[in-house]
């Protein structure tokens, strides 16, 4: 398939260690802000969402820490492994959904 | 069950024609979205139905680009005298919420439209 995001910012991690990607929004208002994870040549795919009003959301290997303050969003990922390897963009609500510009995370063995 | 599927995969058009680009979304969702996506970059919004009813068509680039989902389910996205920087991935994307519900959103493969 075609490759997705050829010039992104590139994360280097090394399996088994954590990563954490970062991403700053803009509007205030949104009411929830979502990460997605897209593989060359397929849709994104959703990975965890946090509400406006909440700072902490925990999944499956997955953290999402929000901070209003300074309109910053991070996903952790616990114990990174190959198949985590993908290009991962944030996303915010307000009038429709804007998402980031995505951060591309490359798992070495 | 099948996720949301989109249909062709890869199109070529010649500068000046029209195409149509077609999204089956999961059966009973109610919120069905377009974006664009250019190469190295995020999906940019174009327009939102929940069920027929077209409530934000904002991130629509021009005239050119037309979308109707006239039954609430398949939905089309139409480009009308396609241009080169109608280049890009379209991508369908489908929710089982509408309005202020969970913002949880399945996407399809997408469409690559190539403009030559």
């Known amino acids: 398939g075609e490759s997705v995001g050829l010039h992104l910012p590139t994360l280097s991690v090394q399996e088994g260690d954590n990563s954490i990607i970062n991403c700053a929004y803009s509007n205030s208002a949104s009411d929830y802000f979502i990460w997605y994870k897209q593989e060359s040549g397929k849709g994104p795919q959703f990975i965890i969402d946090?509400?406006?009003?909440?700072d902490k959301r925990q999944g499956q290997r997955v953290t999402v820490l929000l901070n209003k303050t300074v309109k910053h969003l991070s996903l952790q990922i616990a114990a990174t492994q190959p198949g985590d390897s993908a290009v991962y963009f944030c996303a915010e609500r307000g009038q429709n959904f804007v998402f980031g510009p995505g951060t591309r995370l490359s798992v070495l063995p | 069950g099948a996720g949301v599927s989109q249909s062709p995969r890869y199109k070529v058009a010649k500068r000046g024609q029209d195409v149509a680009l077609r999204c089956d979304p999961i059966s009973g969702h109610v919120s069905l979205f377009w974006y664009q996506q250019a190469l190295g970059q995020g999906p940019e919004f174009l327009t939102y139905f929940q069920n027929e009813a077209q409530l934000d068509k904002s991130g629509l680039p021009s005239d050119r680009f037309f979308a109707e989902r006239p039954e609430g389910s398949v939905s089309t996205l139409k480009i009308q005298r396609t241009q080169q920087e109608d280049s890009a991935v379209y991508l369908c994307a489908s929710s089982l919420w509408g309005g202020t519900g969970r913002p949880e959103q399945y996407f399809g493969p997408g469409t690559r439209l190539t403009v030559t």
């Open positions: 946090i509400r406006s009003n909440m």
